[in-house]
């Protein structure tokens, strides 16, 4: 059914000039042509990312994008760091913190906020 078709990510944000500086050249996604007032399109991979201005921006406290990005995520998370971008770090049980990237098993995670406060992740191996 829907297993086939593409997503779109979509975040809430306050700060429409915040969120393109910081989607736009932190993140280095590439912006599209939106003709809708208060949204802001980007292309991340394959994927489409959407940012809409919203009073309820930052109050998800749950991850609201992650991108897969393999045996790059140490080299990602200390570019990411060298561009101001500060992690958050959580108590799992089981995980282990090295540098800003957390170790569980066979996975590793680094988690990040936007201007507005929307949680945002690395993931790897």
Request: hydrophobic residues 40%; negative net charge.
């Amino acid at each position: 059914m829907l297993g086939d078709r593409d997503a779109i990510a979509t975040v809430a944000v306050k700060d429409l000039d915040a969120a393109r500086r910081f989607y736009e050249e932190t993140l280095g996604l590439t912006p599209q042509a939106s003709e809708q007032a208060g949204v802001l399109s980007f292309t991340s991979g394959r994927s489409t990312v959407i940012v809409y201005e919203s009073r309820f921006a930052g109050t998800n406290r749950a991850t609201a994008i992650n991108w897969i990005v393999g045996d790059d995520i140490e080299r990602l998370a200390r570019e990411l760091a060298a561009r101001e971008v500060p992690f958050e770090h959580y108590d799992f049980p089981g995980a282990t913190l090295n540098g800003d990237v957390h170790v569980m098993r066979d996975m590793k995670v680094a988690w990040f906020r936007d201007p507005d406060g929307n949680i945002l992740s690395i993931i790897g191996r």
